[in-house]
């Protein structure tokens, strides 16, 4: 079974600091990998999405994010943090055999607070 | 500019009551999709659809009802059957070909109890 775990409910980084949100997942075949981002009363803006190729993702408003196949994780990074960064993100996984995005499994999401 | 648009953003339903949820896109995407969040949770799908006049039963189908008569439009409907209702429903599309398509969202109703 699919599953996906973001193990910080909150990340706090002061403004200008590297930023990292952490994702591990479970498939068990080849995953898509995404990033999405919610502010406050919105729906999820896609980030960035892993498919094959480079371990290193690069992404919308400076984001990137790094698949590591042998941790099964997909940390979402920043180098210099910006107070209009704060939001909740959400990782999602869906095992490539399925061709349907209905088999998408979000986390929980982290919400990330950056201070000025 | 593309995008989904739903409506309303807000949303009282009163005991015993049905409400319907309005999702439009004109992204020319066939497959739509129906999520609930819920503080502290992920999303969980409700229903799908992948084509006109089709639909799937989600995670969570129980209480709700969907139609697809037009690619652009999938109205969800919390029947009186739905006991939790409170909540914040998400819609979503997506391009059927192509690897890893993301899905589009819109900015969401939030549905409450009167």
């Known amino acids: 079974a699919q599953s996906v775990a973001q193990p910080e409910d909150q990340v706090n980084v002061a403004e200008g600091n590297p930023l990292t949100v952490k994702c591990t997942y479970s498939?068990?075949?080849?995953?898509?990998l995404f990033w999405y981002v919610q502010y406050p009363n919105r729906g999820l803006q896609f980030l960035l999405k892993?498919?094959?190729?480079?371990?290193l993702v690069k992404g919308s408003y400076g984001f990137e994010a790094e698949f590591n196949k042998s941790q099964t994780s997909f940390h979402l990074k920043k180098p210099s943090a910006l107070v209009s960064d704060s939001a909740l993100y959400f990782c999602a996984v869906r095992d490539r055999r399925y061709s349907s995005a209905s088999k998408i499994i979000f986390g929980s999401g982290t919400r990330l607070s950056i201070r000025p | 500019d593309g995008g989904i648009t739903q409506s309303p953003k807000y949303l009282f339903r009163k005991e015993g009551q049905n409400v319907t949820l309005s999702c439009e896109q004109n992204?020319?995407?066939?497959?739509m999709y129906w999520y609930r969040q819920d503080p502290g949770q992920g999303l969980r799908l409700i229903y799908y659809?992948?084509?006109?006049?089709?639909?799937q039963k989600g995670d969570i189908a129980e209480g709700y009802s969907v139609s697809r008569e037009k690619k652009e439009s999938f109205p969800l409907t919390v029947t009186s059957a739905q006991k939790n209702p409170t909540a914040f429903y998400l819609c979503?599309?997506?391009?059927?070909?192509?690897?890893?398509?993301?899905?589009?969202f819109g900015d969401g109703t939030r549905l409450s109890i009167l």
């Open positions: 979503a599309s997506s391009m059927q070909t192509g690897e890893g398509q993301p899905q589009h």
């Open positions: 892993y498919i094959t190729g480079d371990n």
């Open positions: 498939v068990s075949g080849n995953p898509y």
């Open positions: 659809s992948q084509i006109v006049n089709d639909f």
């Open positions: 992204l020319n995407h066939d497959a």
